[in-house]
């Protein structure tokens, strides 16, 4: 068992910590702040995914992230933002430690829910569409007949 842990300060750029990571061989490292404590911790992979990510969003910067399935049911991508779901929504849902629908659904749940697992909120049903390890992909939002959302324009 390895008794030697790699530790990187919370502020560390992402450029120079992969470079780091990639010299000394480290999968991964301990985050700690500016008082030494353990704030969380990254991995290789981690890194990985952010820049990946990024490419990616910036390539799929003109896909949709919603789409109207039928009358007050609307199939929405996990990485809409809480602000334009709401303005196209009408959701109302709040402000929280989230910018996602993703993070929304995970911060109801305290957990990353499963495939098919619905979640009400308000009245409006989510229901997991799509979902991995990490991340929500795809939901389902379900307005019941009374609470019924046209979408706003730009459809």
Same mark, same amino acid.
């Given at each position: 068992?390895?008794?030697?842990?790699?530790?990187?300060?919370?502020?560390?750029?992402?450029?120079?910590?992969?470079?780091?990571?990639?010299?000394?061989?480290?999968?991964?490292?301990?985050?700690?702040?500016?008082?030494?404590?353990? +704030? =969380?911790?990254?991995?290789?992979?981690?890194?990985?995914? &952010?820049?990946? %990510?990024? !490419?990616?969003?910036?390539? /799929?910067?003109?896909?949709?992230?919603?789409?109207?399935?039928?009358?007050?049911?609307?199939?929405?991508?996990?990485?809409?933002?809480?602000?334009?779901?709401?303005?196209?929504?009408?959701?109302?849902?709040?402000?929280?430690?989230?910018?996602?629908?993703?993070?929304?659904?995970?911060?109801? +749940? =305290?957990?990353?829910?499963?495939?098919?697992?619905?979640? &009400?909120?308000? %009245?409006? !049903?989510?229901?997991?569409? /799509?979902?991995?390890?990490?991340?929500?992909?795809?939901?389902?939002?379900?307005?019941?007949?009374?609470?019924?959302?046209?979408?706003?324009?730009?459809?």
């Amino acid at each position: 068992m390895r008794t030697d842990v790699f530790y990187v300060p919370e502020t560390k750029k992402v450029g120079p910590l992969l470079m780091d990571m990639q010299r000394k061989r480290e999968h991964m490292a301990v985050v700690v702040d500016e008082y030494g404590g353990a +704030v =969380g911790i990254v991995t290789v992979e981690d890194i990985g995914e &952010e820049i990946i %990510g990024s !490419i990616d969003e910036e390539y /799929n910067k003109g896909e949709k992230l919603y789409k109207m399935m039928s009358p007050g049911r609307y199939l929405i991508n996990g990485r809409m933002k809480i602000d334009d779901l709401n303005q196209i929504l009408l959701t109302g849902l709040p402000e929280g430690n989230y910018e996602t629908l993703g993070g929304f659904l995970i911060h109801q +749940v =305290g957990r990353i829910p499963l495939r098919r697992e619905r979640i &009400e909120f308000n %009245g409006i !049903i989510f229901v997991v569409e /799509n979902a991995d390890q990490k991340s929500i992909r795809e939901v389902l939002v379900v307005f019941p007949p009374k609470l019924e959302r046209p979408l706003t324009q730009n459809t």
